[in-house]
């Protein structure tokens, strides 16, 4: 997945403050970077993007007409590309469209779209991810991670990947996005 932006916060230092009982002086600067941090690894355990944003989806073609994206809700088809001697060529809008996009989104293509594409052609598949609202099962376990993290003094730098609690654990595993696996697909 290839981030089109950097993506916003699904929790505020300010809800973070007030969540975690925050008293005294505090650097938002490193609170919003645990934040950020805790979001992606939400994000990335999940499969769930947390904000809307523009991602791409890279693939081949010759996989078949359907598509299943790897992250979960997905609001909109933005266009699709593929890649030749040529250059870069977009398909028509009617080409691609977007089937189940909060439970299971996949991209079924129209008869025929595929046809003028060589088999293993690089495909580009752009969209729009993400909820209108965090959802709060998964804001809590940003906030969990967070305070855990801010707490024991974990540099948010650093390579090795911090320990996550069996709390924010729990309430991700709650929340992981699973695609279909291959026997059940139409």
């Known amino acids: 997945m290839i981030l089109a932006e950097t993506p916003p916060l699904g929790v505020s230092v300010e809800a973070y403050k007030r969540a975690s009982h925050w008293e005294g002086d505090a ?52 266009g699709v590309t593929w890649s030749g001697a040529a250059g870069d060529t977009a398909l028509d809008a009617g080409a691609a469209r977007l089937l189940f996009p909060d439970t299971e989104p996949q991209i079924l293509f129209a008869e025929g779209a595929l046809a003028a594409v060589p088999e293993g052609s690089p495909l580009a598949i752009t969209l729009s991810v993400g909820p209108d609202i965090v959802p709060p099962t998964l804001a809590q376990a940003v906030i969990l991670i967070a305070r855990d ?38």
């Open 27 to 78: 650097d938002n600067s490193r609170i919003e970077a645990c934040l950020a941090a805790a979001q992606s690894a939400v994000e990335t355990a999940t499969r769930r993007p947390l904000t809307p944003r523009r991602v791409c989806f890279e693939t081949a073609a010759g996989q078949g007409r359907r598509w299943w994206v790897p992250v979960a809700p997905a609001r909109d088809l933005l």
């Open 149 to 186: 993290w801010l707490e024991a003094g974990i540099a948010i730098e650093t390579v090795e990947s911090p320990r996550i609690a069996f709390g924010a654990r729990a309430l991700i595993r709650q929340m992981r996005y699973r695609r279909p696996t291959s026997w059940c697909r139409r």
